[in-house]
């Protein structure tokens, strides 16, 4: 065995005795990162090429540094993102949302779709769209300046091979509505002609407990959502009924025990039609998606 892996197997233990989940593919990404090379290329780095920054990283993981702030990327779809403090790490359970909505757009009778991302983070769900509905045009929506700048970065590195100046950053709070300084004033003149809003917005309860990942390299903002955790979702269902077009769509992530809660705020009494909720790879209520009255 190589000295690599023998470093490899040592950090697995030390990541999972600090309680680390998935120990040994941390271990391994971390040196895969640190030596430049892919995971499954690992065998391949000769002993006299071992870098001792792996251990200055897996210190890091031990102390619950999210895996992509010490490797600088978090890969979202075909994305590959650069994130880091500041901005929300995309999950994989975002990723079957933002999938769903891709399949949407594509089955939209429509020349040139519209989305709206009510706070893009790291502009992950933006430019999957942008990339996989190719006259897909949106607009990607983000009030912290720290996270903005992370998509701004990542808008601007996808900007000439997939998405042709399609994604549009704003600098805006969506639960500000549409008009003042604060909300989203350049998008007033799109309301009722959206084909779709998505959001991963906070929905956290305030004073839920998180893993150390989360709660303290996560930026708050996109996390906690009131007592119920659903405060921002209450803003979304009321900025996309501003935007939306009759029979436009509108797909909002939430938390897997949040499911009934969040059928009612799109409920049809709230006057939406074929409200649902939607499973994500663990078989949890993970998203839920509308269809605006009046299609």
């Known amino acids: 065995m190589s000295l690599l892996l023998d470093e490899i197997a040592l950090a697995t233990a030390r990541l999972a005795e600090a309680g680390v989940e998935s120990p040994r593919a941390d271990a391994e990404l971390i040196a895969a990162h640190v ?15 071992f870098d001792a920054t792996f251990w200055a990283d897996i210190a890091r993981r031990a102390n ?26 995309p999950r994989p359970e975002t990723e079957v949302m933002t999938g769903w909505t891709i399949d949407r757009l594509r089955e939209m009778d429509v020349a040139e779709p519209v989305a709206i991302d009510l706070g893009t983070g790291s502009g992950a769900i933006a430019l999957s769209i942008a990339q996989e509905v190719p006259r897909a045009r949106v607009h990607a929506v983000e009030a912290d300046p720290l996270a903005r700048g992370w998509a701004e970065r990542n808008i601007t590195r996808y900007v000439d091979s997939y998405t ?7 600098a805006g709070d969506f639960t500000r509505g ?3 300084a604060d909300g989203l004033a350049p ?31 996560d930026p708050s903002a996109a996390l906690w959502s009131g007592a119920d955790g659903l405060e921002a979702m ?38 939406w039609r074929d409200t649902r909720n939607h ?7 993970r998203f839920v998606s509308a269809v605006f009255p009046g299609g």
């Open 35 to 49: 030596h430049n090379v892919k995971r499954g290329e690992l065998h391949t780095v000769p002993d006299a090429a």
């Open 64 to 89: 619950r540094e999210p895996l992509q702030h010490i490797t600088g990327h978090a890969y979202f779809r075909y994305l590959d993102l650069d994130v880091g403090p500041g901005v929300f790490v």
């Open 164 to 170: 042709a100046g399609r994604v549009l950053l704003h």
């Open 178 to 180: 549409l008009s003042g």
């Open 187 to 217: 998008l007033a003149g799109l309301a009722g002609t959206v084909d779709l809003v998505v959001s991963n917005p906070p929905y956290i309860p305030v004073g839920a407990d998180v893993p150390p990942e989360v709660g303290e390299y």
């Open 234 to 271: 209450r803003a979304v269902e009321r900025i996309a009924r501003r935007l939306l077009r009759p029979g436009g769509l509108v797909a909002v992530e939430h938390g897997w025990q949040q499911g009934a809660a969040v059928y009612w705020i799109f409920s049809e009494e709230a006057g």
């Open 279 to 285: 499973k994500d790879l663990a078989g949890r209520d």
